[in-house]
């Protein structure tokens, strides 16, 4: 079978051999009675290393956003959050389907608003306006981590409104991660937090949803109403275990990777990095050459994978690739550039 470099996403890692093996000899039941102990210890974990009260297991990050927007709105609300964030930009325009609520988007840098304009932004119901009931935010937005001081500021206005705050922490340990803190330290602001499992952290599938426990419980109902109600789930939840548990720490080293692609981008000439998105397993750059569109097709001839990202490129690290791959890659690159 060959061997791709897949540089689309961090979603496309495979299992590690530990959890293939866990996976097949994971203890299971029946989920959605709760009884799963494989699953109920993956949310033990989750909520534990995110300081929650609960979690539950979902098999997606559009399926997790969604439902906390789902649980935390009645329909008509309204919620605020960065016109660059996944649930507005990733997510097949389920807010307006699922949870049937009005997002208005703040426009800001690297997911980080002028608060006045926040605070401005916040509606209180008429016979005219809707209400704010929720305000999200994601870390890390892109591949830009957000400053902790932001989150205080927002945390401080939502509290002024009683309102509460989800985040969108997909990539929240790469976050943690950069910022050199506890993922606690990131998750405290916040009264629900969306982690995904396979998103560097090499779980097949899964993500899970924490907050407080009558939060999880509403979570769990509308869950099953979703159609995510599932049964011998803790196969999955197996590999998820090892995700939180092992994989998280490992994360560092896709960053290391990330700046050293990017360190053998700028020996390009032609090749502009974004140096504001630079914190976490992503490289993001443009490039000055009259085929630029073709370079997908050139390197997917040659074994690589990527994909085209906005006006220019993407390419995200992940534990299946090493510093030989990124030689590899950079080397056709050179090539590609030098035939302009």
């Known amino acids: 079978m060959k061997r791709w470099i897949d540089l689309r996403s961090d979603t496309v890692t495979e299992p590690t051999a530990e959890m293939r093996i866990a996976m097949a000899n994971a203890e299971v039941g029946d989920d959605v009675f709760s009884d799963d102990p494989t699953i109920n210890e993956l949310e033990r974990i989750a909520a534990l290393m995110l300081g929650k ?44 389907v699922i949870a049937s609520v009005q997002l208005y988007t703040m426009k800001g840098k690297n997911g980080v608003w002028d608060l006045s304009e926040l605070e401005r932004a916040i509606k209180v119901r008429s016979v005219s306006t809707t209400r704010t009931r929720l305000i999200c935010l994601e870390n890390p937005l892109g591949g830009a981590v957000v400053p902790l001081a932001f989150f205080d500021g927002v945390r401080k206005i939502a509290d002024r409104y009683r309102l509460p705050i989800h985040l969108d922490g997909a990539r929240i340990f790469n976050a943690a991660t950069a910022l050199g803190v506890d993922v606690k330290a990131i998750a405290k602001y916040a009264d629900s937090v969306s982690v995904c499992l396979s998103k560097g952290l090499a779980a097949p599938v899964g993500t899970v949803l924490v907050g407080s426990k009558p939060f999880i ?43 050293y692609l990017e360190k053998r981008l700028e020996e390009i000439p032609g090749i502009t990095i974004d140096k504001t998105q630079r914190d976490i397993n992503m490289v993001f750059f443009d490039m000055d050459h009259p085929k630029k569109t073709e370079l997908e097709f050139h390197l997917k001839d040659r074994g690589v994978r990527i994909l ?29 550039m030098s035939h302009a």
């Open 53 to 96: 009260e609960a979690a539950v297991f979902v098999p997606s990050g559009t399926m997790s956003n969604q439902l906390a927007l789902f649980t935390h709105c009645q329909k008509g609300d309204e919620v605020i959050l960065d016109q660059n964030a996944h649930i507005v930009q990733h997510e097949s325009g389920a807010s307006a």
């Open 217 to 259: 419980e509403e979570a769990r109902w509308k869950r099953k109403l979703m159609g995510g109600g599932m049964r011998q789930v803790g196969i999955l939840g197996a590999a998820g275990i090892l995700a939180l548990t092992k994989m998280t720490k490992r994360l560092a080293e896709d960053h290391q990777t990330a700046r």
């Open 308 to 336: 085209p990202y906005e006006q220019g490129f993407r390419f995200v690290t992940h534990y299946q690739i090493d510093q030989a791959d990124i030689d590899h890659v950079v080397g056709i690159i050179k090539e590609y």
